[in-house]
Structure formats: C-alpha cells, structure tokens
C-alpha cells in the first residue's frame, strides 16, 4: 500500500485543525473582551441611548463582528442586566454596612462609602440619567432591581434597632435620603459638578442632618 494516502490524510487534518483554530480565533474574544464591551455599551448607551444603539454598532466600535459579540452577550437585555448588576451587589454591601452601624458617626461612615462607590461609577450613573425613561419600563433592569423592596424593610429595621427616639430615626432616614435620592431630584447637577467638591458638600450636609462632627484629618509626615 502506497505511503502517499496517509500523508495526503496527514496533510488534510493539520489544514483542517488550522482552520478550526482560526475560526475559533474570530469567534471567540480574547480574555478581557466582556469588560471591554460593558465599557463600550456603557459609553454608547450614554452618548446614543439605549434604545438608539444596536448590538452591530457596539460589535463595530470594538472592531469585531457581531458573532464574537454574541460569544459573551446574546442581546442588549444581557448587556443591561450585566451592567445593573454590580449595582445591586454593591446595594446589599451598602446595607450590609448601615446594619452595622451602631451610632450615628457609623452612619455617616456608611454613608461616604456610598459616595464613594458612587463617584467611582459615575459613568454608569452617567447612562443611567441618559436612559431613565427608557430602562425605568425595561424588564431587565426591573429584574435586576427586584429585591428593593427587601432593601427598604431591612433599612426600617436597622433604623429602629439603633434608636427608639423618633427624632433621631428621621435624622437618620433624611441623611440617608440625601445621599441616595440626589442623582433622581439632581442628575444634572450629579454629572456635571466636580466631583470632588460635590463629595465634600454632599457629606457636609449628612454630617449636619445628623449633628456629626467631620473626622480630624490625618497629619502627613
């Protein structure tokens, strides 16, 4: 038997397993691709609309076709879900942190981690203020969401588990207001004022609302 068949056979398989790994290559993203997608929506999202930016112009903003996009998201519904989702994450730590207070300077402590979770994502509350009609009748982000009604029954217990004195339950509930109710009664004002000086009035208020005086600062050496 001629020895010219089994490398002909030879030859076909190493041309077949090359073109699998390319076609593997083009459809699969390299590690990173995810992060860098929610990035890109994020900013699309921000700059078009959600309902304005389809999954073809995201896929060509990154410079990848469509079919390497669905690898990691199958719809916009995926990308949005993914983007809301570290916010309920950081939801449940925020109120992690208001049970754990046990007066009114933890309060506070809780409440400017919350500020500062929040400048830290600011993009995200960025395309959040640009799409609010449009994801508050979206499914996704109602889903995504679904567990504030938990969230508030667990702030009403922590609330009276600190204090018995009326007053100091509403003082508690307004700085608390205060900090999570500014980008619905202010967007505007959250997106375009520097953010550093934003923080320090916005504190400033809490640590008013509550009588708490601001932590010395720490020398430098």
């Given at each position: 038997m001629s020895a010219e068949p089994t490398r002909r056979s030879q030859r076909h398989h190493i041309r077949e397993a090359a073109r699998r790994d390319h076609l593997e290559q083009e459809s699969e993203p390299p590690l990173g691709t995810r992060e860098r997608i929610l990035e890109t929506a994020t900013r699309l999202f921000t700059d078009q609309g959600y309902d304005g930016t389809s999954l073809r112009e995201i896929a060509d903003e990154l410079g990848f076709t469509?079919?390497?996009?669905?690898?990691?998201?199958?719809?916009?519904?995926?990308?949005?879900?993914?983007?809301?989702?570290?916010?309920?994450?950081?939801?449940?730590?925020?109120?992690?942190?208001?049970?754990?207070?046990?007066?009114?300077?933890?309060?506070?402590?809780?409440?400017?981690?919350?500020?500062?979770?929040?400048?830290?994502?600011?993009?995200?509350?960025?395309?959040?203020?640009?799409?609010?009609?449009?994801?508050?009748?979206?499914?996704?982000?109602?889903?995504?969401?679904?567990?504030?009604?938990?969230?508030?029954?667990?702030?009403?217990?922590?609330?009276?588990?600190?204090?018995?004195?009326?007053?100091?339950?509403?003082?508690?509930?307004?700085?608390?207001?205060?900090?999570?109710?500014?980008?619905?009664?202010?967007?505007?004002?959250?997106?375009?004022?520097?953010?550093?000086?934003?923080?320090?009035?916005?504190?400033?208020?809490?640590?008013?609302?509550?009588?708490?005086?601001?932590?010395?600062?720490?020398?430098?050496?």
């Amino acid at each position: 038997m001629s020895a010219e068949p089994t490398r002909r056979s030879q030859r076909h398989h190493i041309r077949e397993a090359a073109r699998r790994d390319h076609l593997e290559q083009e459809s699969e993203p390299p590690l990173g691709t995810r992060e860098r997608i929610l990035e890109t929506a994020t900013r699309l999202f921000t700059d078009q609309g959600y309902d304005g930016t389809s999954l073809r112009e995201i896929a060509d903003e990154l410079g990848f076709t469509k079919a390497a996009l669905y690898y990691h998201f199958k719809s916009k519904d995926e990308i949005l879900v993914a983007l809301v989702e570290p916010m309920d994450e950081m939801l449940h730590e925020f109120l992690d942190r208001l049970e754990g207070a046990t007066d009114a300077t933890e309060w506070v402590d809780a409440l400017e981690w919350a500020v500062d979770q929040w400048f830290e994502r600011l993009d995200f509350f960025r395309m959040i203020v640009r799409n609010r009609a449009s994801l508050a009748a979206h499914q996704a982000a109602r889903e995504a969401f679904s567990d504030h009604e938990e969230a508030h029954a667990r702030l009403e217990r922590t609330v009276r588990q600190m204090s018995s004195d009326l007053g100091e339950q509403v003082r508690m509930v307004a700085a608390l207001a205060a900090v999570t109710g500014f980008d619905d009664w202010a967007p505007t004002l959250m997106v375009e004022t520097d953010p550093v000086v934003l923080r320090e009035e916005l504190l400033g208020v809490v640590r008013q609302i509550l009588g708490v005086r601001p932590r010395p600062r720490r020398s430098s050496a």
